[in-house]
């Protein structure tokens, strides 16, 4: 029965519904549901969320290209990706980045890296953090930095312009060079 509802005597619930007013006793309810809050309710959620991947994720993403020719001749190219999801419990960021230049046919730089970081709050100045690289490196002979930690953090400033904060931990780093021992 849809309608509004008021309580009568000796647990008796009135209902003046469209086919006039009804009865109904206590025991004989099974629930009852303010209509128009839950509507609202959900109409206000469903706004939330409509821009919820906007307010939650923001990311960067650039690409460099040049070419030169004359007394010299060079081409550049570079690409980053960056993107943070932030929200009241964690931040995480993650990024990438390539790199690779030559002048006069030989390569001066030539480098893939790319990495994550997880903040998750303890309390509103104090988090830890994990985090992890991979790097490659031609020019280097590097085949593949990989680096891994974790430590504690503190905020010691948290505003829209900027954020300060100061981290201690342990990091792993292991680098495999091309003509380097295996061992």
Not at 87 to 103: C, E, P, Q, V
Request: net charge neutral; charged share 30%.
């Amino acid at each position: 029965v849809d309608g509004p509802v008021s309580s009568g005597s000796d647990g008796v619930f009135q209902i003046a519904a469209q086919v006039g007013c009804v009865e109904a006793k206590l025991e004989d309810v099974q629930s009852i549901d303010n209509m128009p809050a839950i509507a609202r309710k959900k109409k206000e959620l469903a706004e939330k969320a409509k821009f919820s991947l906007k307010k939650v994720w923001s990311a960067n993403i650039s690409v460099g290209l040049s070419d030169t020719t004359g007394n010299s001749e060079s081409q550049n190219t570079s690409f980053s990706a960056e993107a943070t999801r932030k929200t009241a419990a964690d931040k995480l960021f993650l990024d990438g980045h390539f790199n690779r230049t030559k002048a006069a046919g030989v390569t001066s730089a030539d480098a893939v890296r790319g990495g994550m970081r997880l903040d998750v709050n303890i309390t509103k100045n104090r988090f830890y953090f994990l985090f992890g690289r991979l790097e490659v490196d031609k020019i280097k002979d590097l085949d593949m930095r990989s680096t891994v930690g974790a430590g504690l953090g503190n905020v010691f400033y948290d505003h829209a312009r900027g954020r300060l904060d100061m981290g201690f931990g342990i990091t792993y780093v292991r680098d495999v060079y091309e003509d380097a021992p295996k061992d």
